[in-house]
């Protein structure tokens, strides 16, 4: 049965991409299945002057491919209202106010403010600590605030920003935002891990030999070299996206299935992540740039526009994770992420031990595999050991799968939209807290500090492949192997 949720989100940002392509779209469902009916509203602002019913017209034209009944549009644009304001000059904060005290009067709300930051992580203190100075939170209900990533770029300018937001708002109301906790398959985890108890009670080192996680891409650097040269494949992949699938793989059962006890475990497994030195970095982690193709579309990463010839970026990253936990004693969590791979995809694999019961034939019991596809197209795969054929009594692997439906896909809410939602709701189960942000930045920053040095091979790789013959050694050292190839 669902509730009618009462709440007024500000969207700092208001015009921008992200907004008028993810953000009200996200809304507009909320509203078309009742969560959102008639004690709810929408401020949008930015510096950019437009009157309401100009803005009205940037969300109408943004909901139009998920408009069927025009009245049900106009009747959710009737709650969104729009003031333009500079968000470095206090004085400026008034005219937000009043905005949001007319609409918070007008769809009779009574407190409940959400607050999202979808603008440069530098605004990010400043609108915090203005909103509280100038008296723009709420004094009954709730107020909670939602920000885009990236959450700093390094545990130094993370805790900054930490501490700037904690001066406005407690860590249990700031919702920091990874797309990736939002998709279908991500949250599909827990379900599978807790949901089974065939997976539930061989979760652990007795039973999994290896854990893998993969994002690859197939698409190069495109565009966007001035951003990614001062990134790479380590922050932009792996410090946000990678350590959150992780956290849900390797966290403790939780006391419940709310969001602090889902917290708490996840913390519990961040806590025991081993940070590495210059020496375990080496050992350990793989960096390397891809090159040619055997296309000539293919351009080398250091051919591409506006990458400096002398880049030592990362454009692939291969690594080995240690927790230690008695439950993941020896247990290897690898990870691995970059583009002009051979194959879109993100994806977990989860390598059980093979059989030891000696059938004494040519063929044992080989590794099984529970697979968890999150893209492009959601499924779940176990490779499992059957009976060959043959006369004589040799095993075999056998494929069990499924994949999302494309009735279950157009029923399945958009990332943005569940984000959007589990804040209304205050659920930060699928959000990034502050020790599994400061974690994450304290072991990428160890990685960073030997490749920033330099101290450390850069790897090249063949657009179209998998990556570097590096990145199996890696595995191979162990007695491993990446079970998606490509």
Excluded: C
């Amino acid at each position: 049965m669902v509730s009618e949720i009462k709440t007024l989100v500000t969207f700092f940002g208001g015009t921008g991409d992200l907004a008028k392509r993810k953000l009200y779209p996200s809304v507009f469902n909320l509203y078309k299945k009742g969560y959102l009916q008639e004690h709810f509203a929408i401020v949008g602002t930015a510096r950019q002057d437009l009157t309401d019913e100009e803005f009205k017209q940037l969300v109408r034209e943004s909901i139009a491919d998920f408009t069927e009944d025009q009245d049900q549009a106009e009747a959710f644009i009737a709650h969104f209202s729009y003031r333009a304001h500079d968000v470095t000059d206090a004085a400026s904060y008034a005219i937000l106010k009043e905005a949001i005290e007319e609409a918070a009067t007008k769809f009779d709300i009574d407190g409940n403010r959400i607050f999202y930051m979808s603008v440069a992580p530098r605004f990010f203190g400043t609108i915090a600590k203005y909103l509280k100075s100038e008296a723009l939170l709420a004094s009954t209900g709730y107020n909670r605030l939602m920000i885009e990533k990236p959450f700093g770029t390094s545990y130094t300018t993370a805790e900054e920003l930490q501490n700037d937001l904690e001066n406005a708002f407690s860590d249990d109301q700031l919702f920091r935002i990874d797309h990736y906790l939002g998709k279908e398959m991500v949250q599909n985890i827990a379900a599978l891990r807790f949901g089974n108890p065939i997976f539930d009670a061989a979760w652990n080192k007795d039973y999994i030999k290896n854990v893998q996680v993969t994002l690859a891409e197939v698409l190069g650097v495109e565009e966007r070299a001035g951003y990614y040269d001062t990134t790479g494949a380590l922050l932009d992949m792996i410090q946000n996206h990678t350590m959150q699938i992780v956290g849900w793989l390797a966290m403790e059962k939780p006391d419940s299935f709310n969001d602090k006890d889902i917290r708490a475990a996840k913390n519990a497994a961040f806590n025991a992540l081993k940070i590495y030195d210059e020496e375990e970095v080496n050992k350990y982690f793989v960096r390397a740039q891809y090159g040619a193709g055997d296309s000539s579309d293919f351009k080398p990463y250091l051919e591409e526009l506006d990458v400096p010839a002398d880049s030592k970026n990362n454009t692939f990253i291969a690594g080995e994770l240690k927790f230690d936990l008695p439950r993941w004693e020896g247990v290897p969590f690898y990870v691995r992420s970059g583009k002009r791979l051979a194959a879109k995809q993100t994806r977990v694999d989860i390598v059980f031990k093979a059989g030891t019961f000696d059938f004494g034939t040519a063929q044992e019991a080989q590794e099984s595999v529970l697979s968890i596809l999150i893209d492009p197209k959601g499924g779940i795969e176990f490779k499992i050991n059957s009976k060959s054929v043959e006369d004589s009594f040799n095993t075999r692997t056998i494929d069990l799968g499924w994949t999302i439906s494309d009735e279950d896909k157009q029923n399945t809410p958009e990332p943005y939209e569940r984000m959007i939602h589990d804040t209304m709701n205050g659920d930060g189960s699928n959000f990034a807290d502050w020790n599994g942000v400061a974690i994450a930045w304290k072991f990428v920053d160890a990685i960073s500090a030997v490749y920033t040095a330099d101290k450390a091979p850069l790897e090249t790789y063949k657009s179209g492949s998998m990556g570097p013959e590096a990145s199996d050694k890696l595995l191979a050292d162990n007695g491993d192997t990446w079970v998606f190839k490509g």
